[in-house]
């Protein structure tokens, strides 16, 4: 008897493009939703976007609560769920990078109440999935959240914000093909639950914005068109799979440990760009695919050392010998690399010197 069921949660609505940001009110007409907004910010995605949205909120006669959250913290979640009891909030709206939208998630999850994702920066693929990261004791990785009702990506916002931002976006993208061979590899060993769809949309989006790299420049704003759609694409993958599995493997693991072992040092993006040019070496040794990921991130700027992530060349050994401790996730790593292995991966891809 056929007994398998899935159930895929999407956005209802997409709006991406120049100045979308004036259409968030527009957005909530068209999904029915009454009442009062809680807008969930950080610092400056409060004052390039949060602020401006407001005020068209505030022409229709829809005043909105404000909370800015510093950090990504169950504290902040806290805070953001006290507020939105406390403002008798209808449904929050999440404006800024993974923080702010991540914590919107996370709090939208517990108060069973609807989002939307505003992104200010095109970082992370966590803009659109169903996916929330916020540090949890000493695990970093996501977990199961409510996905948005709609996301609006105003590329003029996206294209003005700092380009590390974008670049790091880009390298959450290009770490796709380790995370899908992670993913392929672990179906094979583990039997782990794998959806070919999935990893297929996963594999493509990468390899898209591979073609078109020569069109992610600074100061370009359909450079923000390109890696947000790619990021939305990632962010569906995670969707359909019901997990992070299509864009998280191994390279995840070492950016996870690092935000343990050198917090704040690197931006997410930027870590798993150099976790999955050393994953690329462990699956394909020398005749693998690891220049190829390596020459990807140099061309769109994203660091490819671990001097440039500015993270010492230690700290690096010890996070590729102790994340696979991290997460119940099969991945090339498998029970752990010895340091001498570690070292030898970093000092041939050119990650250490
Ligand atoms: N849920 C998921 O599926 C995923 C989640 N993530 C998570 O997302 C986070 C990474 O996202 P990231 O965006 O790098 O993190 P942040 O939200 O911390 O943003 C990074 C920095 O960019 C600043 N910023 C944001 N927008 C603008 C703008 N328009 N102009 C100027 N500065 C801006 C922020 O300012 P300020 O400090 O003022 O806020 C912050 O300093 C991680 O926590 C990661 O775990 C990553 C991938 C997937
Ligand atoms: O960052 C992500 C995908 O790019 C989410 O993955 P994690 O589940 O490892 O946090
Ligand atoms: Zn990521």
Redesign the pocket.
Known sequence: MFEKSTWIRLPRNVVVGHGVRSEVVDVIDDLHLQGRPLFVT????RE??AAPIAADFEAAGIEPAIVTIEE?TFDAVERVIETAEAEEAAYLVGI?????I?IA?MASHHLEMGFLSVP??A????IL?N???VPNGDS?H?VAAEPPLAVVADTG?LA???WE?TT?GCA?IISNYTAVMDWRLAKRLKDVEYSEYAAALSEMTAEILVDNADLIRPGLEESAWVVTKALMSS?VA?SIAGS?RPASGAEHLFSHQLDRLAPGAA???HQVGVGSIMSAYLHGGDRGIWRDIRDALASIDAPTTAAELGIDDETVIEALTTCHEIRDRYTILGDGMNERAAREVATKTGVIS
């Open positions: 950080s610092p400056t995605p390039v976007a990504a800024g990078g993974g923080k702010a991540d998630k200010t920066a970082s992370h693929d966590g999935s996916r929330g990261s970093r996501s916002i003005d914000a700092p931002l790091a959450d962010g995670m992070s931006l997410h993006g």
